[in-house]
């Protein structure tokens, strides 16, 4: 049974997009209508360019499902591109003034290059639609335990808004944030947003901002702080941080700890016995959460909130300084057809960048080759914590 992972292949115009996913165990019922919905909500947000207009995105899966059943062996899921025309050298021209902020400059250097193309072709955001498709996938399987995620819009060019996301507000929140054309679940929020990513249209400049992505109903223990790489919020940062654009990752408080002082940081712990039975933190109650879910590289029963800052586009209609790397004059950048602010759509990806860290802990501590091994597994662990202290006690050091 290999580990939870996946692999992604595929250039931004070349015939599609591809993900394998290995280690999602038999006997997961996989809905891709649930799949391309959030392959939809990637596509869409105010501030998207005219490639969206062209693109259809929806998967199709090419092994490891029967009759909509998970079979235990790789799932590969291919997202067709509309606008394929890598080998048409006159519609895909060579790139020879490297945007800064792109991948054109260090990647063409990499390959012994001075065209960009090769480079910018596979280190464009459209490869995130294979994320999306992975993400969403391990989603069918974690909806089995009751596990969900959901990420929003926090701020577009520092036009932010204050909501505050718990376990008895989300679906509220879920439901404001599919209303509003940023992704943002505040409607004046928004509407500055929009304002906000106009301006930067007519000036011919780009956007940036920050996204935030709830997982609720991640039992305790995930993760672990006996080894640095399975700790769960090196992981979350790790895969956020892979996301094309991103430049900053926070868990809970983030960087605001570090001005203030522990009474001030630190969640209290509680105990409500009425939560033991039904609630996966099995009564351990916490009135705050700026831990964001993750103590000691463990999930321990609270929401995870990782939030994300994401650079603006870096393709910008009147260019940036740059050179061309033939000549090595000085040129403006080169321009491409792009988004203006992709925020929203950011939104989508770390969601589901997040969604498929969590099952991939999930699959770690409940490893199994069929849904129904998880499962018992899962049970019984939940069954054993909830009846802590164990009779006979565990050996405690003396
Ligand atoms: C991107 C450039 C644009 C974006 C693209 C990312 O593509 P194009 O050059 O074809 O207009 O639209 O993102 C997507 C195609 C997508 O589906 O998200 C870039 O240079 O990173």
Not at 314 to 328: E, F, I, Q, Y
Not at 373 to 380: D, H, I, Y
Request: with cysteine; aromatic share 4%; net charge neutral.
């Amino acid at each position: 049974m290999p580990r939870l992972d996946y692999l992604t292949a595929g250039e931004s115009h070349g015939p599609g997009m591809l993900c394998i996913v290995s280690g999602i165990p038999s006997g997961v019922r996989i809905d891709t209508a649930r799949i391309d919905a959030c392959l939809a909500r990637r596509q869409g947000g105010y501030g998207r360019g005219g490639r969206q207009r062209i693109e259809r995105d929806s998967v199709e899966v090419l092994s490891g499902v029967r009759a909509g059943v998970s079979m235990g062996s790789p799932i590969t899921l291919r997202v067709a591109n509309r606008d394929a025309r890598l080998d048409d050298a006159a519609k895909t021209p060579p790139v020879f003034r490297p945007r800064p902020g792109h991948a054109d400059l260090a990647g063409s250097i990499k390959h012994l290059t001075t065209d960009c193309r090769g480079v910018l072709e596979r280190a464009s955001a459209r490869e995130t639609t294979a994320r999306v498709a992975a993400g969403a996938l391990a989603g069918e399987m974690l909806r089995e335990f009751g596990i969900e995620a959901m990420a929003f819009t926090r701020s577009i060019l520092g036009e932010s808004c204050g909501v505050e996301v718990r376990e008895q507000n989300w679906r509220d929140v879920r439901a404001a944030r599919d209303a509003s054309e940023t992704y943002c679940p505040d409607s004046e929020a928004t509407a500055r947003q929009v304002r906000a990513i106009h301006a930067a249209k007519l000036d011919k400049d780009t956007a940036g901002g920050v996204v935030e992505a709830h997982v609720f109903g991640v039992p305790p223990g995930l993760g672990s702080c006996a080894d640095w790489r399975d700790r769960l919020d090196a992981r979350l940062a790790g895969a956020v941080m892979g996301v094309q654009a991103i430049k900053g990752v926070e868990i809970g408080l983030g960087m605001a700890c570090a001005s203030r002082p522990g009474s001030r940081v630190h969640d209290p712990i509680g105990y409500d016995a009425s939560l033991r039975e039904g609630h996966h933190s099995l009564g351990f109650v916490r009135p705050s959460n700026n831990a964001g879910g993750i103590e000691g590289g463990m999930s321990n029963g609270q929401p995870i909130v990782v939030r994300a800052a994401m650079k603006p586009i870096s393709t910008l209609v009147r260019g940036l300084p740059s050179v061309d790397l033939n000549s090595k004059e000085a040129e403006a950048s080169q321009y491409e057809r792009s988004d203006i602010c992709a925020v929203p759509a950011a939104g989508v990806v770390v969601e589901a960048v997040v969604l498929f860290e969590v099952a991939r802990a999930f699959c770690d501590k409940f490893a199994g080759d069929s849904l129904t091994e998880v499962r018992g597994q899962w049970e019984s662990y939940l069954k054993l914590a909830r009846n802590l202290p164990l009779d006979p006690p565990a050996m405690t050091l003396a």
